[in-house]
């Protein structure tokens, strides 16, 4: 004969209840992540297919899948566009360095110490809402239309945005690991190196994964103005032409270029900084 549970034991182990799907918040599974994922790719590609062998679009105005697929080949086997790619990689990495080097012990400087902010942020955040775009006619007149002048286009369209991030994480660091480092007998320097500097580490390093794909924004238009290389430039060649399934093809190669460097950043930050997810 079976005996029913108390009242108490009854509250204590309630029934489990069942999981909702669309639940906000709800974690996804890894696989069905990747899954999700690639389903909107493939809609998305079967919907531009339906589009234009349907008939619903002019080539001229959209070319297919298919046509955008052999015109990429062409780009490659016949035009040389490898070197195209290269050259704008190196771009959007030199500029992207250069900003960074400059940003980063300037933000650090800015949410440490008081003094620096009120001297430096009214300045940076003037400069942070000018378009690296309307600096060009005047970094050609003064670096030229060489390379120079296209990594400076990426070091304006990123720097400030990186000086005041970095400033705003390094500043809003804990109060009580500062105090206890006083009470140990840090040096203000020894804060700074200590407890601000590795603190702030995960978050800057995200913030450099975000402000690197922003670069690749400046770096096309970079491109469209005095280039003879890259692939802005082969974009407005490309147009010149009415070739669209050459510049879709450009804007994809972008697009795959900037996953690769994001998850590339994303694994080094999960190897260097392993500890901030404890």
């Given at each position: 004969?079976?005996?029913?549970?108390?009242?108490?034991?009854?509250?204590?182990?309630?029934?489990?209840?069942?999981?909702?799907?669309?639940?906000?918040?709800?974690?996804?599974?890894?696989?069905?992540?990747?899954?999700?994922?690639?389903?909107?790719?493939?809609?998305?590609?079967?919907?531009?297919?339906?589009?234009?062998?349907?008939?619903?679009?002019?080539?001229?105005?959209?070319?297919?899948?298919?046509?955008?697929?052999?015109?990429?080949?062409?780009?490659?086997?016949?035009?040389?566009?490898?070197?195209?790619?290269?050259?704008?990689?190196?771009?959007?990495?030199?500029?992207?360095?250069?900003?960074?080097?400059?940003?980063v012990p300037l933000g650090i400087a800015m949410g440490a110490h008081k003094g620096v902010e009120a001297f430096l942020e009214p300045f940076v955040s003037f400069c942070r809402y000018l378009p690296a775009s309307a600096?060009?006619?005047?970094?050609?007149?003064?670096?030229?239309?060489?390379?120079?002048?296209?990594?400076?286009?990426?070091?304006?369209?990123?720097?400030?945005?990186?000086?005041?991030?970095?400033?705003?994480?390094?500043?809003?660091?804990?109060?009580?690991?500062?105090?206890?480092?006083?009470?140990?007998?840090?040096?203000?320097?020894?804060?700074?190196?200590?407890?601000?500097?590795?603190?702030?580490?995960?978050?800057?390093?995200?913030?450099?994964?975000?402000?690197?794909?922003?670069?690749?924004?400046?770096?096309?238009?970079?491109?469209?103005?005095?280039?003879?290389?890259?692939?802005?430039?082969?974009?407005?060649?490309?147009?010149?032409?009415?070739?669209?399934?050459?510049?879709?093809?450009?804007?994809?190669?972008?697009?795959?270029?900037?996953?690769?460097?994001?998850?590339?950043?994303?694994?080094?930050?999960?190897?260097?900084?392993?500890?901030?997810t404890l």
């Amino acid at each position: 004969m079976t005996q029913a549970l108390p009242p108490a034991a009854a509250q204590a182990a309630p029934a489990a209840r069942p999981r909702r799907r669309l639940a906000p918040l709800q974690p996804v599974r890894a696989g069905t992540r990747w899954l999700l994922g690639a389903s909107f790719f493939v809609l998305f590609v079967a919907v531009w297919a339906l589009a234009t062998h349907g008939g619903y679009v002019s080539p001229t105005f959209l070319a297919s899948p298919a046509t955008m697929l052999r015109e990429g080949w062409a780009l490659f086997a016949e035009f040389d566009f490898a070197h195209d790619v290269v050259m704008t990689v190196w771009r959007v990495l030199g500029g992207f360095v250069m900003a960074a080097v400059v940003a980063v012990p300037l933000g650090i400087a800015m949410g440490a110490h008081k003094g620096v902010e009120a001297f430096l942020e009214p300045f940076v955040s003037f400069c942070r809402y000018l378009p690296a775009s309307a600096f060009i006619p005047l970094l050609i007149l003064w670096a030229g239309l060489g390379e120079l002048q296209k990594l400076l286009v990426i070091f304006i369209g990123s720097v400030f945005q990186i000086i005041l991030m970095v400033a705003v994480i390094v500043g809003n660091a804990r109060r009580d690991l500062v105090e206890a480092a006083y009470t140990l007998g840090a040096t203000p320097r020894g804060i700074v190196k200590s407890v601000l500097i590795p603190g702030a580490a995960p978050q800057i390093a995200e913030t450099l994964r975000l402000v690197l794909g922003w670069a690749w924004t400046y770096v096309i238009v970079a491109e469209l103005i005095g280039s003879s290389s890259g692939i802005g430039h082969m974009i407005i060649d490309s147009q010149a032409l009415l070739n669209t399934g050459q510049i879709i093809f450009g804007i994809i190669v972008i697009g795959l270029i900037g996953l690769v460097s994001d998850a590339l950043f994303k694994w080094a930050n999960r190897r260097l900084f392993a500890w901030s997810t404890l």
